[in-house]
């Protein structure tokens, strides 16, 4: 078994993208980094070795961020308050993305899509998850996955044309 180090080092920079991916705001997405990370520690004993650990780790991720948006203490979703704010975040995302502009244009519209949305369309495209293993991940039904996958395509073809 692997030190935690070890772990952080080889799925940190994925857990940052899907956290940057999921949340409106950098603060938002730290907390959920260091939240889910501090889960996984916290229940390394109940991993399953047999099963890949990025699902493992992203389910505490996508669970931990539906409590973040749940919460009786979060009374909207907070949006980037500057574009330099956004710059920032998206310019803290390792060079591997193809274009920052485009990568910009792709998070304004993400944005606005629903958290169940952007859940899946940030699994299913940026982790390359099938619907199969996102209804694992998610604890929902493969159809439901395939439902939500269709409307946010649906609405992100919306956005992205508009512009």
């Not at 973040?68 to 710059?87: A, G, N, Q, Y």
Request: glycine share 2%; with cysteine; net charge positive.
């Amino acid at each position: 078994m692997l030190k935690i180090s070890e772990y952080i080092n080889l799925y940190g920079k994925d857990l940052t993208r899907l956290c940057v991916s999921l949340c409106n705001q950098r603060s938002d997405a730290e907390d959920l980094y260091q939240a889910t990370w501090e889960k996984a520690i916290k229940n390394i004993r109940k991993y399953n070795k047999e099963k890949p650990f990025d699902k493992w780790l992203f389910s505490i991720c996508v669970n931990t961020y539906k409590d973040m948006v749940k919460s009786p203490f979060r009374k909207r979703i907070v949006h980037f308050t500057t574009t330099d704010e956004l710059e920032r975040t998206l310019n803290s995302i390792p060079e591997s993305v193809a274009s920052q502009d485009e990568f910009l244009s792709l998070h304004q519209a993400l944005e606005k899509l629903t958290y169940e949305k952007r859940q899946v369309i940030a699994l299913f495209y940026f982790k390359d998850y099938s619907t199969k293993e996102l209804a694992e991940i998610l604890n929902i039904p493969e159809g439901t996955v395939k439902s939500r996958l269709s409307a946010a395509r649906q609405d992100l073809r919306k956005e992205l044309n508009n512009e």
